[in-house]
C-alpha cells in the first residue's frame, strides 16, 4: 500500500481523519507510524498530499491531513471488456485503476460463461475494495466508473456512443489483424476505446460488430495472451505511443 485512502465518513468535525479496519491495521502492523510521523495519504476523489499521525492504536489510526497535489492525470483510456474469468477479473481491475482508466464497460460475449455473472467479484463491493487497491498502489484517488452489460449487441448497438464517446478512436486488438498499433492515430488521439474479448478471442459476428461501429482492429503480435496479460500490456503500449509523439 503506497497511499493511504480517506474517505468522507472518515473525517471527524475537528478536521482530522479516523480510520479503522485494513487501513488501521496496515499503518500500525506494516508501516509501525508513530504518532508525529508523516504518511502518504490521499482523499478519495480528491488531492494527495500527507498525513501526521496523531494516534495509532489498536485498530484506530488518527491523523491531520494536509492535501496540496493533484493526482496523477489520467490515462484518457475507456475498455470495452468481456467479462473474463473471477479470477482474472481480481487482477484486471486493480489493474485498471492502477494505470488511470476512466471507464471499463465489463460485457457479454459468445465466449464468456453465463456463470461469470453470478459471480461474487461483480458485487458492487467487491469491485470497489478491487479498485481501491489499485489507487492504493499508484497512489491515485480517481475511482474508474464500472458498468456490467449482459447483452453485447444491444450494448453496442443503442449504447456505446452514449457510455463510451463517439469521438474517441476506437481500437479492437484482435488476433487475425495485420495493423499494428503503431499504424493507428493513437498517438494523437485525445481518447481512447480498446475492445478487450475473452480468452479465446471475440467471434467473427462480435468482430464484425465492432468493426462496424469504428473500431479499428490491430495485432499484438503472434502471441496470443491471456486477458490479465493483455489490458496491462495495452494500456503500456497506449502510454508509450503517446508519450513519443513529439509536442508541436
Do not use: C
Not at 500500500?1 to 487501513?23: V, W
Amino acid at each position: 500500500m503506497n497511499l493511504l485512502l480517506l474517505l468522507d465518513e472518515d473525517f471527524l468535525p475537528d478536521g482530522t481523519a479516523r480510520l479503522t479496519g485494513r487501513r488501521a491495521q496496515h499503518a500500525r502492523e506494516v508501516l509501525r507510524a508513530e504518532p508525529g510521523e508523516r504518511l502518504r495519504v490521499g482523499r478519495l476523489g480528491g488531492l494527495v498530499g500527507t498525513g501526521e499521525v496523531l494516534e495509532n492504536s489498536e485498530g484506530v489510526l488518527r491523523l491531520s491531513a494536509h492535501l496540496t497535489e493533484a493526482p496523477p492525470p489520467r490515462a484518457g483510456v475507456d475498455l470495452l471488456l468481456a467479462i473474463p474469468r473471477p479470477k482474472a477479473l481480481k487482477k484486471v481491475l486493480p489493474a485498471v485503476a492502477s494505470l488511470g482508466v476512466d471507464r471499463v464497460v465489463l460485457v457479454n460475449a459468445a465466449r464468456v460463461e453465463k456463470s461469470y455473472f453470478d459471480s461474487k467479484v461483480l458485487a458492487a463491493g467487491s469491485i470497489q475494495e478491487l479498485l481501491l487497491q489499485g489507487l492504493e498502489q499508484a497512489r491515485d484517488t480517481r475511482l474508474p466508473e464500472v458498468l456490467v452489460r449482459e447483452r453485447f449487441r444491444p450494448f453496442v448497438e443503442d449504447e456505446l456512443d452514449a457510455v463510451l464517446g463517439a469521438q474517441a478512436l476506437r481500437l479492437l486488438p484482435h488476433p487475425p489483424a495485420r495493423q499494428p498499433l503503431t499504424a493507428t492515430r493513437v498517438g494523437t488521439a485525445p481518447r481512447v476505446v480498446l475492445a478487450i474479448g475473452p480468452d479465446g478471442g471475440w467471434v467473427p459476428f462480435e468482430a464484425a460488430l465492432l468493426e462496424a461501429h469504428g473500431f479499428q482492429p490491430f495485432t499484438l503480435g503472434p502471441r496470443i495472451l491471456r486477458v490479465e496479460t493483455a489490458v496491462p500490456v495495452l494500456l503500456g503500449q497506449v502510454a508509450l505511443l503517446r508519450d513519443n509523439i513529439p509536442a508541436p
